[in-house]
């Protein structure tokens, strides 16, 4: 298994909502599909209360981990957090940590279950990748793309591929900056 899950979904994107990644939690009292934030920050992994309440999670214990706020003590359910792939990425672990997540976060992949896995974060490519230690986890590269527009500056012509998008209306000369193309009039 070379990638147990990757995403690309742009610089923007992963700037904004982060490594985000399809789970699904499990308990005995059934089960629900949702995204599942990977966390680095995080040295525990946690579900939403509501979602662990809404699969019949029974609590079986509470744990004391350390917040932005200060030490506290949390409760632990029976669950599970599976990848779709179906591998229980919490195995090993005594249960599930149950917390109050901000929505629409539901699931924070952390370090402790991070610490059986190898993540690559991509952030110029806009991609991330996810997989077992030991084999090379490669991030997805986005397709090249020919001729994009980097900036433009007061008085140029906004070219793209050697067309003249906008500008002085005059025919445009491209040069290539550091892979981009800057257009202007000549």
């Given at each position: 298994m070379p990638v147990l899950a990757a995403g690309?979904?742009?610089?923007?994107?992963?700037?904004?909502?982060?490594?985000?990644?399809?789970?699904?939690?499990?308990?005995?009292?059934?089960?629900?599909?949702?995204q599942a934030m990977?966390?680095?920050?995080?040295?525990?992994?946690?579900?939403?209360?509501?979602?662990?309440?809404?699969?019949?999670?029974?609590?079986?214990?509470?744990?004391?981990?350390r917040t932005v706020m200060g030490r506290e003590e949390a409760p632990v359910y029976a669950a599970a957090i599976v990848a779709a792939d179906g591998t229980v990425l919490s195995q090993g672990l005594p249960g599930v940590i149950g917390d109050d997540l901000p929505a629409p976060v539901q699931c924070l992949i952390g370090r402790d279950i991070l610490?059986?896995?190898?993540?690559?974060y991509g952030g110029s490519q806009g991609a991330w990748s996810l997989g077992?230690?030991?084999?090379?986890?490669?991030?997805?590269?986005?397709p090249p793309v020919e001729?994009?527009?980097l900036a433009a500056i007061a008085g140029a012509?906004?070219?793209?591929?050697?067309?003249?998008?906008?500008?002085?209306?005059?025919?445009?000369?491209q040069r290539k900056i550091?892979?981009?193309?800057?257009?202007?009039?000549?």
């Open positions: 690309s979904p742009g610089v923007a994107s992963l700037v904004r909502d982060g490594a985000l990644m399809p789970v699904t939690i499990t308990s005995r009292g059934g089960s629900r599909n949702t990977i966390d680095t920050g995080s040295t525990a992994s946690s579900v939403d209360r509501s979602l662990l309440d809404a699969v019949g999670a029974p609590r079986i214990g509470s744990v004391a981990i610490s059986s896995w190898e993540f690559v077992p230690p030991g084999q090379v986890v490669v991030v997805p590269q986005p001729g994009y527009l012509a906004i070219t793209l591929g050697g067309v003249l998008l906008f500008g002085l209306g005059e025919k445009a000369e550091f892979g981009g193309i800057f257009g202007r009039g000549v």
